[in-house]
């Protein structure tokens, strides 16, 4: 028998290839983790799990959770108006599929139109949504998942947009300028709160957060000036880590439609710019520590959860080997080193301020305590190590001036002198070296798994990982706007 020209047979095996070849929704990913370490390129994975093997006695590599992954792929991170690009232009990037200028947050280039982001299309789609960060919530990478403005330092504005995303859940750090850096009224925090937001600022308001709260602004108990989490080889037990802000949004955004969370590990970047290896490997592993709890859901719905990771850029040019310690490496001397070089710095000032603690002496001590610098029993120095610190620290107390500011940004960067030479020379014996105190333009790694992972394998552009997300919720990132209300109207696969 035919039917329209076809036999029974035929017409059975057209039918099973379109049903195979058609997406479900039980194929697609209805949960969706996208995790950005920023800053974190090939060589700071490669360092923390070298640093890792060493710290337990061993040679080679020791694999974080990411790494064992099984797709990856490399991307391309310039930006729309320059080769290294920049958090926001990178962010604008991962989370639009748009290249931008440096600098935009959620807009293209020359600013006259908005780029809405992947997380908007799944908000449109009926998902609730999820904006993690180390760093402030306001911050260039976070912002360009809900922000729509020309300049990433707008952070008051960005609050306001923030407020008026409706998104779910936001955790992590505050807000940079909850007044603008003046009096602006109303505050940032009043503003996500007349946006219906419950906002928990302590521990113990953090653990009892539930979904009944409805959406929340859950911030960490402890920031530093900047309102970012302390760095995670500086955290205490009084802090919240990344890992249960993720755990918390797993929490709060569970539901039959799905979610997408964007978990950004912001402070690797920061150690990057201050060339500080051990502080970057403690919040590589503190990504690492997030994820699990990605994995554990992942492993309770397999075939419907996609985890992404990957960066914005890498940020310092690091490699592993040195100079002078030529085929050699010494990593576990790097375990000498007991707090950041942000939180040394500290210390360093604070001890000065002291009458009669002013001295070489001084800091030479301090060296020895947090760095293991400059003992017998501990790392021996040479004497242009020596010397180099001792003019560190005439620089730091202002008793020297270098007035040759190549030198000063080739020493020193724009970190603290005596904190920025210790961790340097901490670095180099060990056998890591850096280029710049800046981005660079290296592509980076992305890591998979999940459904539709095997879309992230191979080469492309930064801009193609947003879009490969979207292709594997079953969400087309194109948009059209309803002539009755102005509304943003998503168009499906």
């Not at 080769?83 to 990178?90: F, K, Q, R």
Request: one cysteine or more.
């Amino acid at each position: 028998m035919k039917f329209f020209g076809f036999t029974k047979n035929n017409l059975l095996l057209i039918i099973s290839l379109l049903l195979f070849t058609l997406p479900t929704e039980a194929q697609r990913a209805k949960y969706v983790f996208f995790f950005i370490g920023d800053g974190m390129g090939l060589a700071q994975v490669a360092t923390t799990e070298a640093m890792l093997a060493a710290r337990h006695n061993g040679e080679g590599f020791e694999n974080l959770n990411f790494s064992e992954f099984p797709i990856t792929g490399i991307i391309t991170t310039h930006a729309a108006n320059r080769l290294v690009t920049g958090s926001a232009a990178a962010g604008t990037a991962l989370a639009s599929g748009h290249k931008t200028n440096i600098n935009r947050i959620g807009m293209n280039g020359d600013a006259t139109e908005p780029l809405n982001s992947i997380a908007y299309y799944a908000k449109a789609r009926g998902k609730k949504v999820g904006i993690i960060s180390s760093v402030s919530i306001d911050h260039a990478t976070p912002a360009s998942f809900y922000a729509h403005r020309p300049d990433r330092n707008d952070y008051y504005d960005i609050s306001q947009d923030l407020a008026a995303s409706n998104f779910d859940f936001f955790g992590g750090g505050g807000f940079a300028k909850p007044n603008g850096g003046g009096d602006k009224k109303p505050s940032s925090w009043e503003l996500a709160q007349k946006a219906g937001y419950t906002i928990t600022r302590t521990r113990a308001q953090f653990d009892t957060l539930s979904p009944a709260a409805g959406k929340a602004l859950a911030v960490a108990p402890r920031l530093g000036s900047s309102r970012a989490m302390p760095y995670a080889i500086d955290q205490t037990a009084d802090d919240i880590t990344l890992s249960a802000f993720v755990e918390k949004a797993i929490q709060m955004l569970d539901n039959e439609r799905g979610f997408f969370i964007m978990c950004e590990e912001g402070k690797i970047d920061w150690a990057c710019h201050s060339n500080d290896a051990v502080a970057m490997a403690y919040n590589i592993e503190a990504l690492a520590q997030a994820i699990e709890p990605a994995l554990k859901f992942y492993q309770q719905h397999p075939d419907e959860t996609l985890i992404v990771v990957t960066a914005d850029h890498e940020t310092g040019g690091l490699a592993l080997g040195y100079a002078l310690t030529r085929y050699d490496s010494y990593l576990q001397m790097l375990t000498a080193q007991k707090v950041s070089m942000e939180r040394f710095a500290a210390i360093a000032d604070s001890t000065f301020a002291i009458p009669g603690h002013n001295h070489p002496d001084t800091a030479m001590a301090l060296v020895l305590k947090y760095y293991k610098l400059g003992s017998e029993n501990g790392i021996q120095l040479t004497d242009r190590e020596y010397k180099l610190l001792q003019d560190a620290y005439l620089v730091t107390t202002q008793q020297m001036k270098i007035d040759d500011k190549d030198e000063m940004r080739l020493r020193y960067g724009h970190e603290h002198a005596l904190a920025a030479t210790a961790t340097r020379i901490l670095n180099n014996k060990a056998g890591l070296a850096w280029t710049t105190w800046s981005h660079t333009a290296s592509s980076v790694p992305v890591y998979a798994i999940g459904a539709s992972a095997e879309s992230f394998s191979g080469v492309y552009d930064n801009t193609d990982v947003p879009k490969k997300i979207a292709q594997a919720m079953g969400i087309k990132m194109e948009e059209r706007k309803s002539r009755e209300e102005n509304k943003l109207i998503i168009i499906d696969k």
